[in-house]
């Protein structure tokens, strides 16, 4: 794969975010695959802790330890009103998250290369990119699926972990009731304008006869 040049690359998440990203035994692989991407790829997008590494990487932007995790869905607004990643988006969203570490606003905005495009009052920062597109920051979890979080509660309770009901996810906080999707049409703008604007139309497709 090192000499295939690619449209899209997608770096997720993973449960380790506690750690320093020295200490993670495949950080020096991670490491060259962000490079990598640098070169061979039109537009790659970073979820979560994949969004952590490659701002510290790229940036040297620092992850900071949350006091209490960040879980549940969250209200966003949009920054960047006239940026193509949100077209379509409603000034205000709903959003999951759940990580035990933060990044800096400031850390991003003193930056000159990367903007923050979306954010919260409770979450912080949501979204941020290079200012090229190529590079897209996404701290949460547009992914997720109505379960995911009733999932993962539910999984830490079995190890023991303390953990509060998610935040705005079960109605009425009733951890028995059903939760809803509250951000499937967000999600699917997030991918299907990343996918259109920074990928298939920055691609150099060449075409032959």
């Not at 077209?87 to 290369?113: K, M, Q, W």
């Not at 597109?133 to 190890?159: C, N």
């Not at 705005?168 to 906080?173: A, H, I, T, V």
Request: include cysteine.
């Amino acid at each position: 794969m090192k000499q295939l040049k690619f449209d899209g690359m997608i770096i997720t998440g993973a449960p380790i975010e506690t750690l320093p990203f020295h200490d993670v035994n495949y950080w020096n692989e991670m490491t060259s695959i962000l490079d990598w991407t640098t070169t061979n790829v039109t537009s790659t997008l970073h979820i979560c802790w994949g969004a952590q590494a490659g701002l510290f990487h790229h940036y040297k932007i620092k992850k900071q330890p949350l006091t209490n995790k960040l879980f549940g869905i969250y209200s966003h607004k949009v920054d960047v009103p006239n940026v193509n990643l949100l077209r379509g988006f409603d000034d205000v969203f709903l959003a999951p998250h759940s990580r035990h570490t933060t990044v800096s606003r400031e850390d991003i905005e003193n930056t000159d290369d990367l903007m923050v495009l979306s954010s919260s009052n409770e979450a912080g920062v949501y979204i941020a990119s290079s200012r090229d597109g190529r590079r897209v920051y996404v701290m949460g979890h547009s992914e997720y699926d109505a379960q995911t979080l009733k999932q993962e509660y539910e999984r830490d309770l079995k190890r023991g972990i303390a953990c509060e009901v998610p935040f705005n996810y079960f109605p009425e906080d009733d951890a028995k009731a059903l939760p809803l999707l509250q951000w499937r049409a967000h999600s699917n703008l997030l991918f299907s304008n990343w996918l259109n604007y920074y990928v298939y139309q920055e691609t150099p497709y060449h075409l032959h006869d």
